[in-house]
């Protein structure tokens, strides 16, 4: 069983930056990947980020290519989504997602989740 728990969120301008954190524990994790997800009300839940336990890659959501980096720290056992250039449709409560599989990370049903981190971009 893998443990998540998410930090970082905030309110921000419009433009702005931030960086939020998913630490994990619980289990080894060097053959799992682990991502980002996000969730406006009223709209459904979408995939923002991910990338292999190992670091070697990663791959993102169009809406978010070129402003949004993962990365990780893997003695820390934490996820990173550092944003820029954020835009009021950026609001969202954002969840992180620790899963067995890489190629379906965005839609397998296995893995864990962290109970998300309030994002609010003000224009």
């Known amino acids: 069983q893998v443990q998540l728990v998410e930090s970082g969120g905030g309110l921000v301008q419009a433009g702005g930056s931030l960086r939020l954190s998913c630490a994990a524990s619980g289990r080894t994790f060097s053959s799992y990947a682990m991502g980002w997800f996000r969730q406006a009300p009223g709209k459904e839940r979408e995939f923002v980020a991910a990338?292999?336990?190992?670091?070697?890659?990663?791959y993102y959501a169009d809406s978010v290519k070129g402003r949004f980096t993962i990365s990780r720290d893997s003695a820390k056992n934490t996820v990173y989504l550092q944003m820029n250039s954020l835009k009021p449709e950026d609001t969202a409560v954002y969840l992180c997602?620790?899963?067995?599989?890489?190629?379906?990370?965005?839609?397998?049903?296995?893995?864990?989740w962290g109970q998300g981190t309030q994002v609010t971009v003000s224009s």
């Open positions: 990338i292999k336990w190992s670091g070697t890659s990663t």
């Open positions: 997602k620790a899963a067995p599989v890489y190629r379906d990370f965005e839609t397998t049903s296995s893995g864990s």
